[in-house]
């Protein structure tokens, strides 16, 4: 159906064709109300009918009852009718309104058949009260008890909402009937406004503006102390007794996101990016903090709709912010609030110029008022506007103030400032004259009380006093000044967007020190419940899920990342960063970004650097089962195609399985690159015995060369590496790459060798790991040696 003013403007004057239209339109419409339950909305309209459509309405009921087989709905609204007109002693059987309170009990007792306690409505009435309906009529069934328990019973009201209501909005989205009966839709939109209504309070929620006794930088530091904005916590404490209803919201509105925006718009208040910061609002009382921040990516535009930048929008941006847990996401939602700082500042200047051209032009306004005119017309006039408005009031003086003091005042003084002057060129760009009643009133002053407007000019307006030009003028500048609520608006938030980078980026900081500390009193905690020298790597299947969590919490939320990328670029000659995966990219930003913050400790010197070096020597772990798993299909365990020497079966397959094992640690893993056990001799690396008879290479058997080039590590010729055998406790030796791929693939395996008894086990040891030793870590493996970037190189998918 079109909107009601619609369809009663066809009906002003109608053809009887258009007449016929009209009132099917509406009766089609009513008659898909009463099958879909929606009585209040049926009763409601029939009963004023003329006033919603031009129809009468016992023409309506007549066509409802003959054509569309409603006579029962239409024979409740005589009978509802005449109730009200008995009780009420109304003699004049008209169109007239019926209060909702009498509607609804009335619906609820005469077509539902279901007395209540109306004073004392409960969550088992309204289970017992929807009993037997079908679930197309439970919203409008139900529409009449949520208005009874809105203001009374906050339980019971959102009990019908989180039990009935939304469940069945969703349902019967996924079948199709919201699309399909238009009444449904309006009935939903209906509901959302109530709890949008609900929830917003006494303005506490849906702020546009911070309260004016307050500022940004108190708003901000309340939060950094508490962790919560006030209105979110108002938010949280409406909903605390609708368990589910962030999910539930969450749902209703993905499924039916461009029904209700549509629909919304031709409402009077357009509820619709409330009800989006309403599901927000939900998801982060639920601590549904991944969806709130996946709805807020997705949804952000529709939340800000008109770019108003309103406080609790502003708000929610900054909480959504510090809740990524990956970097993606915290990139999207950062770049949407530099486009708020950036439309800010444009705003702002905008505004700025505007407020000292406004006072410019009231500065020169009066000098053309203060000037007598040659002919003497209207002067009585110009002097009382110039003696009692711009000088007795003290306008002209205030507008001297806010033409010095506006650039540098705080913000709380600008946002009155904007105010008072708005309200001035509002009253002089007015077409019937002056607005002097609005001056008076900005000024604190009775106009009325004034000797000259009690005897001489009877009206809060006067004319004649400046020129068409400056009114024109006046009125140019006014709309340059914008929505006054908007405008002041915009001057509170400059602290705001002067500060919310440095905000955002101490509480990083801070919780960065907080996963950090926590994560070193974990690593103490297991190293203290056993020994677990020799057992090194049950040591990190036992933390690697702390360190998962700790990466991923560290790379998401670090401002300074890119720093740390450029940091890495430098370091890497050989273009590998970008060939490396996100995860490998976010252990070894993690890495460092532990390091550089241990270090910078007081008590730097005394630290255990395991959270640092864990993800790093984990990179290599990474990367080795990359390889391991491209050629793991390839190990033959048994038969006559074996290709596997059994001592090292075991390291490869678990015992009683017949597949490989999905993953090694890092000992298996580097000695999958081998083709026998690693030693040292007079002429450097050999192999003092094959996996394989010597004339087999197990690693060309298993297809490694697919997959790794050891030629290129000649690129690295003149590099000198730290070396280890295979033997168990092996003296470090060092060799340098030269031409030779054989010889230097022996060298490279046991520099990873090396790296793994002298730093990636001795994380599990109880003394931990000293800073000297971090250093060299990172010397071996980033900056000297280079141990990462050579095998990110040797990768063939990796250097093609």
């Not at 109608?14 to 009763?43: F, H, Q, W």
């Not at 000019?457 to 004319?463: A, E, L, M, P, Q």
């Not at 030009?469 to 608006?489: I, P, S």
Request: some cysteine; aromatic content about 12%.
């Amino acid at each position: 159906m079109r909107a009601p003013n619609e369809i009663k403007r066809d009906m002003k004057y109608p053809s009887p064709e258009v007449k016929t239209r009209c009132m099917n339109e509406v009766a089609r419409y009513l008659r898909d109300a009463y099958k879909c339950g929606i009585y209040s909305e049926v009763l409601e309209k029939l009963a004023l009918s003329r006033f919603y459509f031009g129809i009468d309405s016992n023409e309506l009921m007549e066509l409802l009852s003959r054509k569309y087989k409603c006579k029962e709905i239409c024979d409740k609204t005589k009978l509802l009718k005449k109730l009200y007109m008995e009780k009420y002693e109304i003699e004049d059987d008209g169109d007239f309104q019926i209060p909702a309170n009498f509607k609804y009990k009335f619906i609820c007792e005469r077509i539902i058949g279901k007395n209540l306690n109306y004073d004392n409505i409960t969550c088992a009435d309204i289970d017992d009260f929807i009993e037997g309906i079908e679930l197309i009529k439970i919203p409008g069934v139900l529409y009449p008890l949520m208005w009874l328990t809105h203001a009374k019973n906050e339980e019971v009201f959102l009990y019908i909402y989180t039990k009935h209501v939304l469940p069945a909005f969703i349902k019967l989205s996924e079948s199709g009937d919201i699309n399909t009966y238009n009444a449904l839709s309006s009935i939903m939109c209906g509901y959302i406004e109530e709890l949008v209504i609900y929830v917003g309070g006494l303005g506490e929620v849906f702020i546009t503006s911070i309260p004016g006794n307050t500022t940004w930088n108190e708003v901000i530091m309340k939060f950094q102390k508490t962790g919560e904005f006030e209105c979110i916590r108002k938010a949280n404490e409406k909903l605390k007794k609708a368990d589910g209803i962030g999910m539930h919201l969450l749902k209703l509105y993905k499924k039916n996101k461009n029904i209700l925006k549509s629909k919304y718009k031709a409402y009077v208040t357009n509820y619709f990016p409330m009800f989006a910061a309403l599901v927000t609002f939900a998801l982060l009382g639920e601590e549904k903090n991944k969806e709130a921040v996946e709805f807020m990516i997705d949804n952000y535009s529709d939340i800000n709709e008109d770019n108003y930048q309103c406080a609790y929008v502003l708000m929610l941006l900054f909480k959504t912010i510090l809740l990524c847990d990956n970097y993606e996401y915290m990139n999207i939602l950062y770049a949407d609030l530099q486009k708020e700082k950036l439309l800010y500042q444009r705003n702002y200047k905008d505004i700025y110029d505007t407020v000292i051209g406004s006072c410019e032009f009231i500065e020169e306004l009066y000098l053309k008022i203060k000037t007598p005119p040659e002919d003497g017309c209207f002067d009585y006039l110009k002097r009382f506007v110039k003696e009692t408005v711009f000088e007795e009031w003290g306008m002209i003086e205030d507008i001297r103030n806010i033409k010095n003091q506006y650039a540098h005042s705080q913000d709380k003084v600008k946002s009155d400032m904007f105010r008072r002057l708005y309200s001035v060129m509002r009253a002089l760009s007015n077409p019937e004259g002056i607005y002097i009643a609005l001056i008076a009133q900005t000024y604190g002053k009775n106009y009325r009380d004034n000797e000259f407007i009690r005897n001489i000019h009877h009206d809060d307006k006067i004319s004649m006093v400046i020129s068409w030009d400056d009114e024109n003028r006046a009125k140019n500048l006014f709309l340059r000044l914008g929505d006054v609520d908007r405008g002041a608006t915009s001057v509170r938030n400059r602290s705001f967007f002067e500060r919310v980078d440095i905000v955002i980026k101490d509480i990083l900081l801070e919780k960065l020190d907080a996963d950090i500390e926590s994560m070193l009193m974990s690593i103490k905690e297991h190293r203290e419940k056993a020994n677990y020298r020799g057992r090194e790597d049950e040591f990190f299947t036992a933390v690697e899920p702390r360190i998962r969590s700790l990466t991923k919490r560290i790379s998401a939320k670090y401002i300074d990342r890119e720093q740390i990328v450029d940091f890495f670029v430098k370091l890497d000659d050989k273009g590998c960063w970008d060939k490396l995966d996100e995860e490998c990219k976010s252990m070894m930003i993690t890495s460092e970004i532990v390091y550089r913050t241990l270090i910078s400790r007081g008590d730097a010197e005394s630290l255990d650097y395991s959270p640092s070096m864990i993800p790093l020597t984990k990179v290599i772990e990474y990367i080795l089962n990359d390889i391991y798993n491209k050629i793991k299909c390839n190990i033959v365990f048994d038969g006559p195609g074996m290709n596997i020497d059994s001592n090292s079966v075991r390291f490869f397959k678990d015992k009683n399985e017949t597949e490989p094992k999905e993953c090694l640690e890092m000992g298996p893993a580097i000695r999958v690159l081998s083709d026998g056990f690693l030693k040292s001799s007079g002429r450097g690396p050999i192999y003092s015995n094959y996996f394989l008879p010597k004339d087999r290479s197990r690693f060309e058997e298993w297809k490694g060369n697919f997959y790794v080039d050891w030629s290129v590590l000649k690129d690295f010729k003149g590099t000198k590496l730290n070396w280890n055998s295979f033997d168990k406790e092996p003296l470090v030796q060092q060799f340098v790459l030269g031409d030779d791929a054989e010889y230097n693939r022996k060298v490279f395996i046991g520099a990873l060798e090396y790296i793994k008894n002298s730093y990636r086990n001795r994380v599990a040891h109880k003394d931990g790991i000293e800073k000297d030793r971090m250093e060299k870590c990172r010397e071996d493996m980033l900056i000297a040696q280079k141990l990462i970037w050579m095998l990110i190189y040797i990768m063939k998918s990796l250097h093609q």
